[in-house]
T-cell receptor, first 113, second 115 residues
Framework: KQEVTQIPAALSVPEGENLVLNCSFT??????LQWFRQDPGKGLTSLLL?????REQTSGRLNASLDKSSGRSTLYIAASQPGDSATYLCANSMKTSYDKVIFGPGTSLSVIP | KAGVTQTPRYLIKTRGQQVTLSCSPI?????VSWYQQTPGQGLQFLFE???????NKGNFPGRFSGRQFSNSRSEMNVSTLELGDSALYLCASSDGSSVGNQPQHFGDGTRLSIL
């Protein structure tokens, strides 16, 4: 059974800092890994999706990496801004049921002006 | 292109009642998934429909059911509501036809409160 964990659970940084969010999973037989952002009371916004054959994806100030062999993914946020404050969740789809997405508990990020 | 639309946004029910939630996916998307989000359990997968057929199912009791219509719109039903069913219910859509390489797009959810 796939288990997804995220460290840290919460993070507070001053504006302008670069930061890394971590995601770990127990079963490497994944189709993809996806990073989402959730604002309070809202749904999820997809940030980056990495296919199992890929090592990283980039979008603007965001860079996500995937290391299947170690069961880890990281989300790097460069030059953080107050608008980046949100909860960040990682999730993956398993090869046994690719549309059954398993989520981590999330990291709550606060960027202080 | 309109996003995923969930209705209603907020709902208050009492124990024992039943409820139906609706989800309209992004135009052209044939896969619709439902999730329950609670502070204690986080985001948990309920079920996924593709072309009117349930393709995947999570570990929820039979009180939770769903269906998908020919236009890909989906409904989720919860019968005999319990206090623990209070949660944010999220719907996500994707193309669904290409294995594992399509991102999921989420709606803003329906906040269900059980009194």
């Amino acid at each position: 059974k796939q288990e997804v964990t995220q460290i840290p659970a919460a993070l507070s940084v001053p504006e302008g800092e670069n930061l890394v969010l971590n995601c770990s999973f127990t079963d490497s037989a994944i189709y993809n890994l996806q990073w989402f952002r959730q604002d309070p009371g809202k749904g999820l916004t997809s940030l980056l999706l990495i296919q199992s054959s890929q090592r990283e994806q980039t979008s603007g100030r965001l860079n996500a990496s995937l290391d299947k062999s170690s069961g880890r993914s990281t989300l790097y946020i460069a030059a953080s801004q107050p608008g980046d404050s949100a909860t960040y969740l990682c999730a993956n789809s398993m090869k046994t049921s690719y549309d059954k997405v398993i989520f981590g508990p999330g990291t709550s990020l606060s960027v202080i002006p | 292109k309109a996003g995923v639309t969930q209705t209603p946004r907020y709902l208050i029910k009492t124990r024992g009642q039943q409820v139906t939630l609706s989800c309209s996916p992004i135009s052209g998307h044939r896969s619709v998934s439902w999730y329950q989000q609670t502070p204690g359990q986080g985001l948990q997968f309920l079920f996924e429909y593709f072309s009117e057929t349930q393709r995947n199912k999570g570990n929820f009791p039979g009180r939770f059911s769903g269906r998908q219509f020919s236009n890909s719109r989906s409904e989720m039903n919860v019968s005999t509501l319990e206090l623990g069913d209070s949660a944010l219910y999220l719907c996500a859509s994707s193309d669904g036809s290409s294995v594992g390489n399509q991102p999921q797009h989420f709606g803003d959810g329906t906040r269900l409160s059980i009194l």
